[in-house]
Structures are given as structure tokens and as C-alpha cells.
């Protein structure tokens, strides 16, 4: 067994689903866009930064370059690159978003930043308390992107019962 997520215009849908009941093997299972969440990473993601804004894990401006910094690193499967800190900023805001720090702030703490994720080194040599909450940003990102997906797919799992 297969499962198969499409987007069809509206204009096609009809003649889609004639096509489809042709096909006595092939079930429909949705047909309201529920599935299209299923691999979704927007919708997880904006969960995760608003969750990070309040519980106040990003205090400072420079605090989302690290976010930038891990997600261009991989730490999320399926999350776009950004070549640039302003197409970060841009994916920020596109999610609704506001009060985001300056591209000058994200491309100066970037360079400071040195290596990969979990091994970043900063060249401003913070105290190793701040060191700490810094690394601990990405590791709280990727606990409340977690939560925030699990979230997804039981509101899913309850709509397919």
C-alpha cells in the first residue's frame, strides 16, 4: 500500500476524482488539505519560534542567528537553506513574525560564530555560562519543534479516526 499527497487546482479537481473512480484499488483518503501538513515544516516551525519568544529563549537579537545558523547546518530535515541572513529574516516574517533583529546583526554574529553546531566556538569569548545558553537555544528549538510536530500528527491521526 502507497499513500500519495497531491495538490490539484481547483479547476482540475473534478476531473481528477473521475479519473480516480476508475480505479477501484485506489481510496481516497482526504480531500481537505489535511494530509498536505503531514511533512509540512512551516507550520511546526512558527509553533517552535513563537514557543522560544515566550518562554524568552531568545532574549537577544543576535539569538536568532544561531537558529539561522543550525537550520542552514541541518539540524531540521526539510527546512529551506538562506543563502543570506535577509532571506532568513524574510522567512520570519512570512510566518508573521515582527520586532526581528537587523541583517547587519545576523551577518556580524555569524561570522563570530565559529564552526558547526554543537561544537560553535564565538569569538567574543563569552563566559561559559553564556556559552552554554547560547548552544542551549538550538537545543530548545529542536525540543519545542519536536513537541510542536508530535502536536501536528495527533490533531492528524484524530482526523483520519
Known amino acids: 500500500m502507497r499513500k500519495i499527497v497531491l495538490k490539484i487546482e481547483n479547476a482540475a479537481f473534478e476531473q481528477f476524482m473521475g479519473i480516480v473512480d476508475l480505479c477501484p484499488q485506489v481510496e481516497v483518503i482526504d480531500t481537505d488539505g489535511v494530509l498536505e501538513y503531514e511533512d509540512d515544516t512551516t507550520k ?18 543576535k539569538d536568532y542567528t544561531y537558529v539561522m545558523m543550525a537550520l542552514n547546518e541541518g539540524v531540521i530535515e526539510k527546512i529551506p537553506y538562506f543563502y543570506t541572513p535577509k532571506d532568513f529574516l524574510n522567512y520570519l516574517s512570512d510566518m508573521g513574525f515582527d520586532f526581528l533583529p537587523g541583517k547587519s546583526t545576523l551577518y556580524d554574529t555569524a561570522k563570530a560564530t565559529l564552526g558547526r553546531y554543537p561544537e560553535w566556538k564565538f569569538a567574543d569569548k563569552p563566559k561559559d555560562t553564556e556559552a552554554l545558553r547560547r548552544h542551549n537555544i538550538i537545543v530548545q528549538l529542536l525540543s519545542a519543534y519536536g513537541r510542536a510536530r508530535r502536536k501536528m500528527l495527533e490533531k492528524f491521526s484524530e482526523k483520519q479516526q
Do not use: G, N, S, Y
Not at 511546526?44 to 524568552?56: H, S, V, Y
Open 44 to 61: 511546526p516551525m512558527t509553533m517552535a519560534i513563537k514557543e522560544l519568544r515566550t518562554r524568552r529563549v531568545l532574549r537577544m537579537p
